[in-house]
């Protein structure tokens, strides 16, 4: 995924952070697939007890994520023990969590086959599972991007950009213990800005604060110059544009509203 350029329709901006919201959509829509890594595993046939218990977990998932928080973490078997997490969106619960995570439980297994390990991202969830614990382990590498195609205007904006993303990444680690925060802020009388950050929520309130600062800090060579941009690893990413992104209050149903297009890089 590195190192190529395609562009996308709002869809590109890693595990948590795509799309805008229509106050009223009525028919469930397949999940959009953003990407997936299958963790430098080698390609080689399962034991049949590990698929077992990989079968397992991708059940459990399915089913969880229909009553939980909108994430769980878990493993299953004592012998080729499978360790397991799907998180949503931090503004996604409920009949759609369990609807994204559904359909990554059907897919990771085709998009990385006889793998022990996989990564799947869709536009309001990650599946993640592996035959080794990942439980708070913080991975800052490697990292995405994507940029909008409109540029900044004053160079005064980028710091107050950044001001921004850190506050947010303050509320998210320290004030409220959520792991994610999504906010908004006036940058002038006449335009207003958003931002979203999260972690999977298996890490420490401090392994999410050292995640989200060591992407922003790439924010400079990569992104600061476009007026909207999105960065993430495995363990955590940043959104940051003009428009609003995020919902406000419950989701109900899925959403298919496109916004402005990137460059995924």
């Not at 009223?24 to 963790?39: E, R």
């Not at 931090?90 to 990385?112: H, I, L, M, N």
């Amino acid at each position: 995924m590195v190192g190529k350029e395609i562009e996308l329709r709002s869809i590109c901006y890693g595990f948590f952070l795509l799309l805008s919201f229509r106050p009223h959509v009525t028919k469930a829509q397949t999940p959009i697939f953003v990407g997936s890594n299958c963790l430098n595993t080698t390609q080689e046939p399962l034991s049949s007890v590990y698929q077992t218990n990989l079968d397992g977990m991708l059940r459990w998932a399915s089913s969880d994520a229909a009553t939980s928080k909108g994430y769980n973490y878990k493993s299953i078997g004592n012998n080729s023990p499978v360790y397991g997490l799907y998180d949503c969106r931090g503004d996604v619960v409920g009949y759609f969590c369990q609807f994204c995570v559904s359909t990554a439980a059907k897919e990771a297994p085709q998009r990385c086959p006889n793998r022990v390990s996989a990564m799947v991202w869709y536009e309001f969830c990650i599946l993640s599972y592996s035959n080794e614990s990942f439980y708070g382990t913080v991975l800052t590498t490697p990292s995405w991007h994507a940029l909008g195609e409109k540029n900044v205007s004053k160079m005064e904006h980028i710091q107050k950009g950044y001001d921004f993303v850190s506050s947010l990444i303050r509320k998210a680690t320290k004030e409220t213990n959520q792991l994610f925060y999504m906010d908004a802020f006036n940058l002038s009388s006449t335009e207003r800005r958003y931002g979203s950050v999260q972690c999977t929520r298996v890490l420490t309130n401090e392994g999410c604060r050292q995640c989200l600062e060591t992407i922003l800090a790439q924010v400079a060579k990569c992104c600061e110059q476009k007026l909207g941009w999105a960065i993430w690893t495995e363990s955590c990413a940043i959104k940051y544009d003009d428009h609003m992104f995020y919902q406000t209050s419950s989701v109900t149903e899925p959403n298919q509203k496109l916004g402005d297009s990137f460059i995924l890089q």
